[in-house]
């Protein structure tokens, strides 16, 4: 309220008066100014400052009546101009005397709320004090200090140094002790106050000085040395001039005077919800130290008794085994210490008392926390296990016992006889996973909140059994997922082995010939082998009651380790790659269409033959170069990039037989060190090995083209064209004469014989089928050479033979094919068969050209050579080619070499 100049700010109720500090300011013209200064007066009750005030600054603060008594002046906060300062405007407040008898012990918030108020606001706060109370701790009004303090540096949070309040301790009623004497104790005392408070981090190292200016002045007594007080009063006040000595007035930034009453409010209101200031009286204070040792007291006996020692003890023995009766024991113990507490503490107040009785409670729990834990965890075990061996039982786990079917009959009595274990004991055929789990669940949960109740339940706690319930029923839900997936997983892995064979019998046998569009074929017998594979899971997993998100997996799955499956087979064959190449080569090389072995006939084409046998082997080659995704196989176009590595490898393999390069490659596998387009792991083969494949494959392929060609050359030597039939009859005709004569005349016989063996064997000498077959001109050029060496040789030899015949021996060719003939006209008719044994030998030795499957791939030329062996004289075996003459050709430009016969 407004009374004169002066006006009551906040009363003692705490109440903020807004309105009248507005119309304060207007008035006492605040608002127009910016350089104002707020002094401030706190202290004891009845301590003077009033009247200091109104002697220094000229203001009308009530003040006591000696002659009524010692009472409450000042009640709230009051402020007022200060009139003896006029030209400097100064704002004075006169604070409510603390520790007063009317508001007691227990109501001293406002005193620290309205001090903390009065260091916030002004730039000078004088703290009145008695002489004699210096060095005193409450006289002298240290814990006020110690309280605004602190909760000025939490609340405001200042900065050091830059606005530093003045703090100016008004020594009142000076004696004769010297005023630097008692400045000293002081400095001492705040000193180790300021040291003493609890600061927030960032003022740790802070010194009181870094937030207030500490000044000091000494006043007289103001009855007995009254006129001492008055000229002391006046030297005070020149303080409060700018330009007086030791003046008080800093240069400090300043609110403008329009925002003094907001900025005054908001403070007060900052002040009033700060929980710091709400500090208890002193018999709470009291009752809060003794309920606090009483608790102490009872919390360390309970620790220390052997009874709760004894039961701890049982129930972490780890055992797993439920200690009987429990929860009676431990309620007895806990009940026993907190009626201790109660009888200590009766005599103290109830609401420190029962708080502290909670924090006593809550701390025993703590106590006796772990023993519970484990006896739940013990029980929990105990319930667990024997559920999920009921449900293994009840679903046929040991297939060489009977499934138990029954847990929820079984579970009641079980906790009967066995704190409240679940059993089965009825034998049936195995339920339905699903079924029996849902069974057993029922039964298991029964029997643990049953077990629970009669050992571990502790009413009014935690320990009550719900949560425990709810939590053994989610483990035992987890287990039975648990157990459900493994039993799933068994059935995959069991299935497993079936999938693998349906997978690898259809993909090994497709790929021993990988011929166009193996791919498609291949993935449909890994869905063919994973579809099948599926039903027989599927049925065997009807009890589990799959979700269908759970089936769409288990397709997944499967048809992943089909596909897996398939990918291992087909990186084993590209690992393979050349002997796979090989067969395929020889399959279509040396087996017709009617897969028997080819005869190597002069009429038949090997080469056209050997270009589509290598043809189908690159096929081989380019099917295993990259893995086809199931899904490009599907329709069998794919997307392109496998069909490019495809095309590449066919152009690769033409181009190198046919000698020319394709006009333009989709991809030029000569140049490309990867696929375009395909991903890394499809890749089998990169295009730097299909060219060293192809390169050792048409290598190893020249070794059985040789054989072929020479078994053919063979063959045409051996098979000359007969005379046609016309001219045998023409012979016939015409030479009867001739032939008749020749019967009639032995002479002319063995003459014409004579004449035949010469010519046959200089024909075979001079070998003139090859030396014809370098040309006409260079083969007459070559006979001609041979002629005189050739004759020569054969009139020798045929000289020996008739000397031989002569002497009545055969020659040794005939020695060794014909010593077992009995008579003269066997010995004639094996001479009469030595001129056209060459042509039968010769077919002999072709025929087991063509059959013989002798080490295709490894000879090294030569493979057309004859392999039928004759008699030698003496028993030693010879060529037959030795002894027919006959010349081979390997094609590869094998020098001939000409064996002769003796004529």
Same mark, same amino acid.
């Given at each position: 309220?407004?009374?004169?100049?002066?006006?009551?700010?906040?009363?003692?109720?705490?109440?903020?008066?807004?309105?009248?500090? !507005?119309?304060?300011?207007?008035?006492?013209?605040?608002? #127009?100014?910016?350089?104002?200064?707020?002094?401030?007066?706190?202290? =004891?009750?009845?301590? /003077?400052?009033?009247?200091?005030?109104?002697?220094?600054?000229?203001? /009308?603060?009530?003040?006591?009546?000696?002659?009524?008594?010692?009472?409450?002046?000042?009640?709230?906060?009051? +402020?007022?101009?200060?009139?003896?300062?006029?030209?400097?405007?100064?704002?004075?407040?006169?604070?409510?005397?603390?520790?007063?008898?009317?508001?007691?012990?227990?109501?001293?918030?406002?005193?620290?709320?309205?001090?903390?108020?009065?260091?916030?606001?002004?730039?000078?706060?004088?703290?009145?004090?008695?002489?004699?109370?210096?060095?005193?701790?409450?006289?002298?009004?240290?814990?006020?200090?110690?309280?605004?303090?602190?909760?000025?540096?939490?609340?405001?949070?200042?900065?050091?140094?830059?606005?530093?309040?003045?703090?100016?301790?008004?020594?009142?009623?000076?004696?004769?002790?010297?005023?630097?004497?008692?400045?000293?104790?002081?400095?001492?005392?705040?000193?180790?106050?300021?040291?003493?408070?609890?600061?927030?981090?960032?003022?740790?190292? #802070?010194?009181?000085?870094?937030?207030?200016?500490?000044?000091?002045?000494?006043?007289?007594?103001?009855?007995?040395?009254?006129?001492?007080?008055?000229?002391?009063?006046?030297?005070?006040?020149?303080?409060?001039? =700018?330009?007086?000595?030791?003046?008080? &007035?800093?240069?400090?930034?300043?609110?403008?005077?329009?925002?003094?009453?907001?900025?005054?409010?908001?403070?007060?209101?900052?002040?009033?919800?700060?929980?710091?200031?709400?500090?208890?009286?002193? !018999?709470?204070?009291?009752?809060?130290?003794?309920?606090?040792?009483?608790?102490?007291?009872?919390?360390?006996?309970?620790?220390?008794?052997?009874?709760?020692?004894?039961?701890?003890?049982?129930?972490?023995?780890?055992?797993?085994?439920?200690?009987?009766?429990?929860?009676?024991?431990?309620?007895?113990?806990?009940?026993?210490?907190?009626?201790?507490?109660?009888?200590?503490?009766?005599?103290?107040?109830?609401?420190?008392?029962? @708080?502290?009785?909670?924090?006593?409670?809550?701390?025993?729990?703590?106590?006796?926390?772990?023993?519970?834990?484990?006896?739940?965890?013990?029980?929990?075990?105990?319930?667990?296990?024997?559920?999920?061996?009921?449900?293994?039982?009840?679903?046929?786990?040991?297939?060489?016992?009977?499934?138990?079917?029954?847990?929820?009959?079984?579970?009641?009595?079980?906790?009967?006889?066995?704190?409240?274990?679940?059993?089965?004991?009825?034998?049936?055929?195995?339920?339905?996973?699903?079924?029996? @789990?849902?069974?057993?669940?029922?039964? @298991?949960?029964?029997?643990?909140?049953?077990?629970?109740?009669?050992?571990?339940?502790?009413?009014?706690?935690?320990?009550?059994?719900?949560?425990?319930?709810?939590?053994?029923?989610?483990?035992?839900?987890?287990?039975?997922?648990?157990?459900?997936?493994?039993?799933?997983?068994?059935?995959?892995?069991?299935?497993?082995?079936? +999938? @693998?064979?349906?997978?690898? /019998?259809?993909?090994?046998?497709?790929?021993?010939?990988?011929?166009?569009?193996?791919?498609?074929?291949?993935?449909?017998?890994?869905?063919?082998?994973?579809?099948?594979?599926?039903?027989?899971?599927?049925?065997?997993?009807?009890?589990?009651?799959?979700?269908?998100?759970?089936?769409?997996?288990?397709?997944?799955?499967?048809?992943?380790?089909?596909?897996?499956?398939?990918?291992?087979? &087909?990186?084993?064959?590209?690992?393979?790659?050349?002997?796979?190449?090989?067969?395929?080569?020889?399959?279509?090389?040396?087996?017709?269409?009617?897969?028997?072995? %080819?005869?190597?006939?002069?009429?038949?084409?090997?080469?056209? +033959? *050997?270009?589509? $046998?290598?043809?189908?082997?690159?096929?081989?080659?380019?099917?295993?170069?990259?893995?086809?995704?199931?899904?490009? #196989?599907?329709?069998?176009?794919?997307?392109? *990039?496998?069909?490019?590595?495809?095309?590449?490898?066919?152009?690769?393999?033409?181009?190198?037989?046919?000698?020319?390069?394709?006009?333009?490659?989709?991809?030029?596998?000569?140049?490309?060190?990867?696929?375009?387009?395909?991903?890394?792991?499809?890749?089998?083969?990169? =295009?730097?090995?299909?060219?060293?494949?192809?390169?050792?494959?048409?290598?190893?392929?020249?070794?059985?083209?040789?054989?072929?060609?020479? $078994?053919?050359?063979? $063959?045409?030597?051996?098979?000359?064209?007969?005379? =046609?039939?016309?001219?045998?009859?023409?012979?016939?005709?015409?030479?009867?004469?001739?032939?008749?004569?020749?019967?009639?005349?032995?002479?002319?016989?063995?003459?014409?014989?004579?004449?035949?063996?010469?010519?046959?064997?200089?024909?075979?000498?001079?070998? &003139?089928?090859?030396?014809? #077959?370098?040309?006409?001109?260079?083969?007459?050029?070559?006979?001609?050479?041979?002629? %005189?060496?050739?004759?020569?040789?054969?009139?020798?030899?045929?000289?020996?033979?008739?000397?031989?015949?002569?002497?009545?021996?055969?020659?040794?060719?005939?020695?060794?094919?014909?010593?077992?003939?009995?008579?003269?006209?066997?010995?004639?008719?094996?001479?009469?068969?030595?001129?056209?044994?060459?042509?039968?030998?010769?077919?002999?030795?072709?025929?087991?050209?063509?059959?013989?499957?002798?080490?295709?791939? /490894?000879?090294?030329?030569?493979?057309?050579?004859?392999?039928?062996?004759?008699?030698?004289?003496?028993?030693? %075996?010879?060529?037959?080619?030795?002894?027919?003459?006959?010349?081979?050709?390997?094609? *590869?430009?094998?020098?001939?070499?000409?064996?002769?016969?003796?004529?």
């Amino acid at each position: 309220r407004m009374e004169g100049d002066k006006m009551q700010l906040i009363d003692s109720g705490g109440v903020f008066r807004e309105q009248e500090l !507005k119309e304060f300011v207007a008035s006492a013209h605040v608002d #127009s100014s910016s350089d104002y200064l707020v002094v401030a007066i706190m202290g =004891p009750q009845s301590s /003077g400052k009033s009247t200091l005030m109104n002697y220094v600054f000229g203001t /009308g603060f009530y003040t006591m009546n000696a002659e009524e008594g010692r009472q409450q002046t000042t009640m709230g906060v009051w +402020l007022s101009k200060a009139p003896k300062i006029p030209d400097h405007l100064t704002l004075v407040m006169d604070l409510e005397g603390s520790d007063g008898r009317e508001r007691g012990e227990d109501d001293t918030n406002f005193e620290r709320q309205s001090a903390l108020f009065a260091l916030a606001v002004a730039d000078v706060l004088m703290v009145n004090i008695w002489s004699i109370e210096i060095g005193r701790e409450h006289g002298s009004g240290k814990p006020l200090l110690r309280t605004i303090f602190q909760v000025n540096l939490k609340l405001f949070a200042p900065d050091p140094n830059r606005k530093r309040t003045v703090l100016l301790f008004v020594i009142r009623d000076k004696t004769k002790t010297p005023l630097n004497k008692l400045v000293e104790v002081m400095e001492d005392d705040l000193n180790k106050m300021w040291d003493a408070i609890a600061k927030p981090p960032q003022y740790e190292n #802070s010194k009181i000085r870094d937030f207030f200016d500490v000044q000091y002045a000494a006043m007289s007594h103001y009855e007995e040395r009254h006129d001492d007080f008055v000229a002391d009063a006046t030297v005070l006040r020149r303080r409060f001039l =700018p330009d007086g000595d030791e003046t008080l &007035v800093r240069p400090s930034e300043h609110l403008p005077g329009a925002a003094f009453a907001l900025s005054a409010q908001k403070i007060w209101e900052a002040i009033r919800t700060q929980k710091d200031l709400n500090l208890p009286a002193h !018999k709470v204070m009291v009752a809060n130290i003794r309920c606090a040792e009483i608790a102490s007291d009872q919390l360390s006996g309970f620790v220390m008794d052997q009874a709760w020692k004894d039961l701890e003890a049982e129930a972490r023995s780890g055992t797993g085994e439920v200690v009987r009766g429990f929860n009676a024991r431990l309620m007895g113990l806990v009940d026993s210490c907190l009626q201790g507490y109660e009888a200590d503490a009766m005599y103290f107040d109830p609401n420190v008392r029962t @708080a502290k009785l909670q924090e006593l409670s809550a701390k025993l729990w703590e106590v006796v926390t772990p023993a519970v834990a484990d006896q739940v965890s013990a029980l929990r075990s105990q319930q667990l296990n024997a559920a999920l061996k009921d449900l293994q039982l009840a679903t046929g786990s040991d297939r060489d016992t009977a499934g138990v079917a029954g847990a929820a009959g079984s579970g009641a009595g079980a906790g009967a006889t066995d704190g409240g274990t679940a059993t089965s004991t009825a034998s049936l055929r195995p339920a339905p996973f699903r079924e029996a @789990a849902r069974c057993v669940q029922a039964s @298991a949960s029964a029997a643990f909140r049953r077990a629970f109740a009669e050992d571990l339940r502790l009413e009014g706690t935690e320990w009550d059994g719900r949560a425990a319930t709810a939590e053994f029923e989610r483990e035992l839900a987890e287990r039975v997922e648990a157990l459900r997936g493994e039993r799933i997983e068994e059935a995959v892995q069991a299935v497993q082995r079936q +999938l @693998a064979n349906s997978v690898s /019998g259809p993909v090994i046998s497709l790929l021993d010939n990988c011929t166009p569009g193996v791919w498609r074929r291949l993935h449909a017998a890994a869905r063919n082998a994973a579809a099948s594979t599926e039903k027989t899971l599927l049925r065997q997993l009807e009890g589990f009651e799959l979700e269908p998100s759970e089936v769409e997996a288990l397709q997944q799955k499967l048809t992943g380790m089909a596909q897996a499956k398939l990918e291992n087979h &087909v990186r084993e064959a590209a690992l393979t790659r050349i002997s796979r190449m090989k067969d395929r080569f020889t399959e279509v090389f040396t087996l017709d269409e009617q897969k028997t072995p %080819r005869m190597w006939r002069p009429k038949d084409k090997i080469p056209n +033959l *050997a270009y589509d $046998a290598r043809l189908a082997a690159a096929q081989v080659l380019a099917q295993l170069a990259v893995i086809r995704p199931p899904e490009e #196989s599907t329709d069998g176009r794919g997307d392109g *990039a496998a069909d490019n590595v495809e095309a590449a490898v066919l152009d690769l393999a033409k181009a190198d037989l046919e000698g020319s390069p394709s006009s333009a490659p989709a991809l030029d596998i000569l140049s490309a060190d990867s696929w375009p387009g395909v991903c890394e792991e499809n890749v089998l083969l990169q =295009p730097h090995e299909i060219r060293t494949t192809w390169r050792e494959f048409m290598s190893a392929s020249n070794v059985q083209v040789q054989q072929a060609l020479s $078994a053919q050359q063979t $063959a045409r030597l051996a098979g000359s064209q007969p005379l =046609p039939f016309w001219a045998i009859l023409a012979i016939f005709f015409l030479g009867w004469n001739e032939f008749m004569s020749l019967l009639y005349n032995p002479l002319y016989l063995i003459f014409g014989l004579v004449v035949f063996l010469f010519g046959r064997t200089l024909y075979a000498e001079l070998d &003139v089928d090859a030396e014809m #077959s370098k040309g006409s001109l260079p083969g007459l050029m070559s006979l001609m050479a041979k002629f %005189r060496p050739a004759c020569k040789t054969v009139l020798q030899r045929c000289t020996e033979s008739l000397s031989a015949l002569a002497a009545g021996q055969l020659p040794e060719e005939l020695q060794a094919q014909g010593h077992s003939f009995a008579s003269e006209a066997e010995m004639s008719s094996s001479i009469r068969a030595y001129g056209s044994s060459s042509s039968s030998n010769n077919n002999n030795n072709n025929s087991n050209v063509s059959h013989a499957r002798t080490d295709q791939w /490894g000879n090294e030329g030569g493979g057309g050579a004859d392999t039928g062996l004759v008699n030698r004289k003496g028993g030693g %075996r010879m060529p037959v080619s030795e002894f027919q003459g006959g010349e081979t050709d390997n094609y *590869a430009g094998r020098a001939g070499v000409s064996t002769r016969k003796d004529s």
